[in-house]
């Protein structure tokens, strides 16, 4: 008799076996050199994506077009790619010297370079965690791409008069009238299996000031390569440079970017002094130090919090030209990347700041005055480089006294909302089972009475900021993982610290640490994920209060 039971997997393990097929489908295809995403090739990585069912992917798996999720993409990747049947993923291979123009995605900090009609280059700096990024962005839209094609392409080849319509709209040299765009509109509704007020409603998102009808320009094209595919078998074709393959892994990047920064410590005679990284945005240290004492003439009667709202606002140009000027004749470096990470770092020196002037007017600094070394946010498997490499003895002799590593970043969470905090434990790293216990030097208890809840526990490190589903996070958080949070760099953080200061011991073995996150949304809330949209002004107050926190920290320790 056989007693083996039919056992039915949950979505969850599901999502979980789909997240580890990509993984390792993707560095096969890497490996390879080339493949054809709607090809033979690339059919794997297309039923792991439709498998998974992103939140953030919305209806990939429905027949209608997923427009937030479309929208999502589009802003990270470069303008224009959706006409290239050539995407080429490159190392830096010098195209920056070249008369090519830099393409720069809205959302992503990489640099892209059209070479032709039909092809697009991509630069990839950031490791393989970018890989996974730009793969899986470009496997989602060109999904998207043949439910186009199967929507307006007839028996015998020929196409609807849907389609001709919104190719003769997207073919018109003039700009739009209100009455073309509408007509338009209700052609790609059509095409799109929407309704005209759901394309009406994102229409201009996509939009530019220079191209204001940029959505009709990327559905044609989609639809047009796609209808090319299937039609005249031009197929779209992704392939990895010979450099790329060889550099991925080393550290290239990483390494000319903490040489740089050592470099500029021994030229400033620094290499001796504490020093403390930060890892932050680029303008919370120089804020909470300088700027309300520097504007509270300006903003009478107003909170700090007010004062950091306003230097947030996109228009606030002058007003943070002020602070930063202020920061430079307290001895502020800023060191812009030149090394191809886009990762920019300042560099404050304790001992010629002013400290009667700033926001922490009591501070004694002594004569081992602390360095603070602020880094730009990494990105994935980039932030296991960059710090790996910034830990290492200068020269191989020099050892840094880093004294700790302090990591404020944006994550998603799992039972908050937008703009709470999240203070993890330890980092589990999706897709293995690897796992980073620590001591936070950071509790939440320090965060209370403040108006803003606060989480602590285990978050997960996830592969890419686009490849999770409701299933995968609600057990993640519901088990006995009993996981707060999901973000993109904490894990690869810890492995470099822990490396560093317990097994290379080339920083000390008592390193402390410090994470903090704050909520961008709560994909497990329907309409949160990522796609929905920035925090705007719901970040700033806990950015500040955990920047705040971590200088305390460092300013009194001894």
Not at 213 to 242: C, M, Q
Not at 423 to 438: K, L
Not at 521 to 529: A, F
Request: charged share 25%; hydrophobic share 40%; with cysteine.
């Amino acid at each position: 008799m056989n007693t083996t039971k039919h056992i039915s997997r949950s979505r969850a393990q599901e999502s979980s076996a789909a997240i580890e097929k990509m993984y390792i489908t993707i560095r096969h295809l890497f490996n390879r050199g080339f493949y054809k995403p709607m090809g033979i090739s690339g059919d794997t990585l297309r039923e792991a994506l439709l498998a998974l069912r992103p939140e953030i992917y919305g209806s990939i798996a429905d027949e209608k077009v997923e427009l937030n999720g479309l929208l999502y993409v589009i802003e990270r990747l470069p303008v224009g790619i959706e006409q290239c049947r050539f995407i080429n993923l490159t190392s830096d291979e010098g195209y920056s010297k070249s008369h090519f123009q830099a393409i720069v995605p809205p959302k992503r900090r990489r640099n892209c370079y059209r070479i032709d009609e039909e092809q697009m280059n991509v630069e990839i700096t950031r490791g393989r965690s970018d890989i996974y990024d730009i793969l899986t962005h470009l496997t989602f839209i060109f999904i998207e791409s043949h439910k186009i094609k199967d929507r307006v392409l007839l028996d015998a080849g020929e196409v609807s008069r849907d389609w001709l319509k919104l190719e003769a709209a997207v073919n018109q040299p003039k700009k739009l009238t209100q009455i073309e765009k509408e007509k338009a509109i209700s052609h790609a509704s059509n095409i799109l299996g929407r309704t005209f007020e759901e394309v009406l409603d994102i229409y201009e998102a996509f939009g530019s000031e220079t191209a204001p009808d940029r959505f009709l320009h990327v559905i044609y094209w989609l639809g047009k390569l796609a209808i090319e595919e299937v039609v005249d078998n031009k197929k779209r074709t992704i392939t990895f440079s010979p450099i790329l393959r060889e550099r991925l892994g080393h550290h290239i990047h990483g390494e000319i970017w903490a040489n740089s920064i050592k470099e500029v410590l021994k030229s400033k005679k620094l290499l001796d002094r504490p020093i403390h990284v930060i890892s932050a945005n680029m303008h919370s240290v120089m804020n909470s130090i300088f700027a309300t004492p520097l504007l509270k003439s300006k903003f009478k009667d107003k909170s700090d919090f007010v004062i950091y709202e306003e230097l947030s606002n996109s228009g606030a140009k002058e007003l943070r030209k002020q602070v930063e000027t202020v920061a430079e004749k307290n001895g502020m470096l800023f060191l812009p990347d030149t090394s191809g990470t886009n990762i920019d770092v300042q560099i404050f020196d304790t001992a010629k700041i002013n400290w009667s002037q700033t926001a922490f007017p009591n501070t004694q600094v002594g004569d081992k005055a602390p360095v603070l070394i602020v880094m730009d946010y990494a990105f994935g498997e980039q932030a296991y480089e960059t710090i790996d490499e910034l830990l290492k003895p200068y020269k191989k002799e020099i050892h840094l006294n880093v004294q700790s590593v302090s990591i404020m970043g944006k994550a998603g969470i799992l039972e908050g909302g937008k703009g709470d905090i999240m203070i993890p434990n330890a980092h589990i790293n999706e897709g293995t089972a690897d796992n980073y216990f620590f001591e936070n030097e950071l509790t939440a208890k320090m965060f209370e009475g403040n108006d803003i809840a606060v989480f602590a526990g285990p978050m997960v490190t996830v592969l890419g900021t686009s490849l999770q589903n409701r299933d995968l996070l609600k057990f993640f958080h519901e088990s006995t993982w009993g996981v707060i949070g999901l973000e993109m760099e904490g894990a690869y953080y810890q492995k470099a610290i822990q490396s560093a200061s317990k097994i290379r011991k080339s920083v000390p073995k008592d390193i402390k640490v410090r994470y903090a996150y704050y909520a961008s949304d709560n994909p497990l809330e329907t309409g949160s994920t990522l796609a929905s949209g920035g925090l705007g002004t719901t970040g700033v107050k806990p950015t500040y209060l955990i920047t705040i926190k971590i200088l305390e920290q460092i300013l009194n320790s001894k």
